[in-house]
């Protein structure tokens, strides 16, 4: 049941407060973009913070690089995750980080990042033209017949941008603005809405799907990744605390100590999961997750579990190791669909108050994980513990941590 604040008697307005979106779905999309946009959106590459913004608006420098991350992602089928650094005074949003971690972006200089002005449609593709190389994309350099110097306004394009836009034009990611004299002009410093740059990214992973070498065993990073151990899914799974420990941790007598010695332990997994459209129906996806290297297969095992299961319960979003606080740093907790799965203090009330996330309503949000669901209890039966039962300071309905901290 649903804590006291959230009864089912005020969930509905709760929700209409909330103003929360049908799933997934961007805002007054024009209708010639509305098959290109479904088609980003099926694959993978919306980021959930652009939910029930308007299609037609310009989109923003941070907006865009939560897009350019997971073009990242789908062109390498490799997990990102942004590290506790703030390389910018004036943004510390994850996908501006991440992006900035792994080459993408670079920023204004003197620490600024500028992350709510609108992106200009060079500095789009010198985005997109950095992922081909970070994520060592062989693309030759031409490619169509478009050709930049077919337009009007080349001469302003900035130096720093000329090859970028040049690859864009000639895969025909990025086309010329037409006008009404049948004229067309690249407008380098002009701007893209959301739609367009969600048909952009589209456009760039459909060109470069598969194409990424990401140079041998060690994924480019100089660090070889350790081995998913060989998992019988009939052996007994480790039941006390000393057995999980010592799966996890071997003979160790401690936890990982450093960001360097948890890193070495952790490899990533590809996972089945079901995605929600914006029209309701639900399509096969693929997430990845990194984890802890000995918890690798059993997780793998969890995912398959909740997506044969008769929920063909929706993934938006889920996250593993990251080097913080808690069990993320050592690869063995797993959050899922943070928004819908707040974090919460208890009041002496009983009722909550969110710390993370908007709120938790099982049978109201399809994203939101009820208990004794096909989640919960792929989770339970494979020895992790759930946040939305485990303490009685707070609750947490995203978490699910195999020590149960």
């Not at 509905?12 to 979106?21: E, G, N, S, Y």
């Not at 000995?294 to 297969?297: I, S």
């Given at each position: 049941?649903?804590?006291?604040?959230?009864?089912?008697?005020?969930?509905?307005?709760?929700?209409?407060?909330?103003?929360?979106?049908q799933a997934g779905a961007l805002s007054n999309v024009s209708s010639w973009a509305q098959s290109e946009v479904d088609a980003a959106q099926a694959a993978g590459l919306m980021p959930s913070s652009l939910e029930a913004s308007s299609a037609q608006g310009a989109i923003t420098r941070r907006e865009f690089c939560s897009i350019a991350v997971n073009v990242y992602k789908a062109v390498t089928g490799k997990a990102v995750f942004a590290s506790g650094k703030k390389p910018f005074?004036?943004?510390?949003?994850?996908?501006?980080?991440?992006?900035?971690?792994?080459?993408?972006?670079?920023?204004?200089?003197?620490?600024?990042?500028?992350?709510?002005?609108?992106?200009?449609?060079?500095?789009?593709?010198?985005?997109?033209?950095?992922?081909?190389?970070?994520?060592?994309?062989?693309?030759?350099?031409?490619?169509?017949?478009?050709?930049?110097?077919?337009?009007?306004?080349v001469a302003s394009i900035n130096s720093y941008a000329i090859e970028a836009m040049v690859r864009m034009v000639d895969y025909a990611v990025v086309g010329g603005i037409a006008h009404n004299d049948g004229s067309a002009t690249l407008s380098p410093d002009g701007t893209a809405t959301r739609e367009q740059a969600l048909i952009m990214a589209n456009r760039f992973c459909t060109t470069f799907a598969g194409a990424s070498d990401p140079e041998g065993p060690d994924g480019g990073d100089g660090q070889t990744d350790p081995d998913v151990p060989p998992y019988d899914p009939t052996a007994p799974l480790p039941q006390t605390d000393e057995e999980k420990w010592a799966l996890v941790y071997g003979s160790s007598d401690q936890k990982y100590q450093t960001a360097e010695e948890a890193e070495a332990n952790m490899v990533e997994v590809a996972v089945p999961v079901w995605r929600l459209q914006s029209d309701g129906t639900k399509t096969s996806g693929t997430a990845y997750i990194e984890v802890n290297c000995?918890?690798?297969?059993i997780v793998e095992d969890i995912f398959?579990?909740?997506?044969?299961?008769?929920?063909?319960?929706?993934?938006?979003?889920?996250g593993g190791y990251s080097w913080r606080t808690g069990e993320h740093?050592?690869?063995?907790?797993?959050d899922i669909n943070w928004e819908e799965n707040m974090e919460a203090t208890i009041n002496a009330d009983?009722?909550?108050?969110?710390?993370?996330?908007?709120y938790w309503l099982p049978g109201e949000d399809p994203y939101s994980i009820p208990e004794g669901g096909d989640v919960y209890n792929a989770f339970i039966s494979h020895g992790f513990l759930w946040g939305g039962n485990a303490w009685r300071s707070k609750r947490d309905y995203m978490h699910f941590s195999y020590f149960g901290t």
């Open positions: 049941m649903p804590h006291p604040l959230f009864r089912r008697a005020g969930a509905l307005a709760l929700l209409a407060a909330l103003a929360i979106p005074r004036d943004c510390d949003d994850p996908s501006v980080v991440a992006a900035y971690e792994l080459g993408l972006i670079s920023g204004r200089g003197n620490g600024i990042f500028d992350p709510d002005s609108c992106i200009e449609r060079q500095d789009l593709c010198v985005m997109l033209n950095n992922v081909i190389s970070v994520a060592n994309i062989d693309a030759p350099a031409r490619a169509g017949d478009a050709c930049l110097e077919d337009y009007p306004d000995n918890l690798a297969a398959e579990e909740i997506y044969n299961g008769d929920e063909q319960f929706p993934i938006k979003n889920v740093s050592q690869g063995t907790a797993i009983g009722s909550l108050t969110p710390t993370t996330g908007l």
